[in-house]
């Protein structure tokens, strides 16, 4: 199976700076269509997962532009531009690519 | 709109039996795989099984192979989860979770509120 780690696992970040998690995969992500199905969520606490990003770059509908996702093969990153207090939460990537679908462990962000 | 309600979580011994329903409304309920997802207290999401949408292909975790089934009923767009054999690591939040777009890679677009299953004697 594919193995997914991010860092940090940790993130205090102050209002109104950017923030940025890395997540990397043990196998390239590339799939047979040419896709790379690389998704991020985040968790706000008490509440369900949301997606946020798909395919690597995507922002899901109603994502804040201050998200964004970049990357490639093994190697990918989320940015927030500018963190506002509604961001505080955990972050999780997950793959698609290979069966069968993991996440990474999560990165906890919140407000120094 | 897209809804998922997810019910049928309580408290059971280990052993036990239970199992968990979601209600989908607001897409084509047949034309759109569908996942059960776990999270422990406390701890990461876990992809538990899925199932295509006719409900003739059904997946699972090794950590549930052979304990869990999932099945679908396309003319009441809901999805279900039976669990037998439940151990006290089977204790989670139990969400269910849409594919984005069918035949393809693209997961989990759209997630329920979650019910709570708590193994427990």
């Known amino acids: 199976d594919v193995v997914m780690t991010q860092s940090p696992l940790s993130l205090p970040v102050t209002l109104g700076q950017p923030a940025s998690i890395s997540c990397r995969s043990s196998?390239?992500?590339?799939?047979?269509?040419?896709?790379?199905?690389l998704n991020w969520f985040q968790q706000r606490p008490g509440q369900s997962p949301r997606r946020l990003i798909y395919?690597?770059?995507n922002r899901d509908s109603g994502v804040p532009d201050r998200f964004s996702g970049s990357g490639s093969g093994t190697d990918f990153t989320l940015k927030i531009s500018r963190v506002e207090a509604e961001d505080v939460g955990v972050y999780y990537c997950?793959?698609?690519?290979?069966?069968?679908?993991?996440f990474g462990p999560g990165t906890k962000v919140d407000i120094k | 709109e897209v809804q998922l309600v997810e019910s049928g979580g309580g408290l059971v011994q280990p052993g036990g039996s239970l199992r968990l329903s979601c209600a989908a409304s607001?897409?084509?309920?047949?034309?759109?795989?569908m996942s059960w997802v776990r999270q422990a207290p406390g701890k990461g999401l876990e992809w538990v099984s899925a199932?295509?949408?006719?409900?003739?292909?059904?997946y699972y975790a090794d950590s549930v192979k052979g304990r869990f089934t999932i099945s679908r009923d396309n003319s009441k767009n809901t999805l279900y989860l039976q669990m037998n054999s439940l151990r006290a690591e089977d204790t989670a939040v139990y969400y269910c979770?849409?594919?984005?777009?069918?035949?393809?890679?693209?997961?989990?677009?759209?997630w329920g509120q979650g019910t709570l299953v708590t193994v427990s004697s």
């Open positions: 997950m793959q698609g690519t290979h069966w069968p679908p993991r």
């Open positions: 199932i295509s949408g006719s409900g003739g292909s059904t």
């Open positions: 395919k690597v770059s």
């Open positions: 196998q390239s992500l590339v799939y047979s269509d040419g896709n790379t199905y």
């Open positions: 979770a849409k594919d984005a777009a069918a035949g393809t890679r693209d997961y989990f677009d759209y």
């Open positions: 607001g897409f084509t309920f047949s034309s759109y795989a």
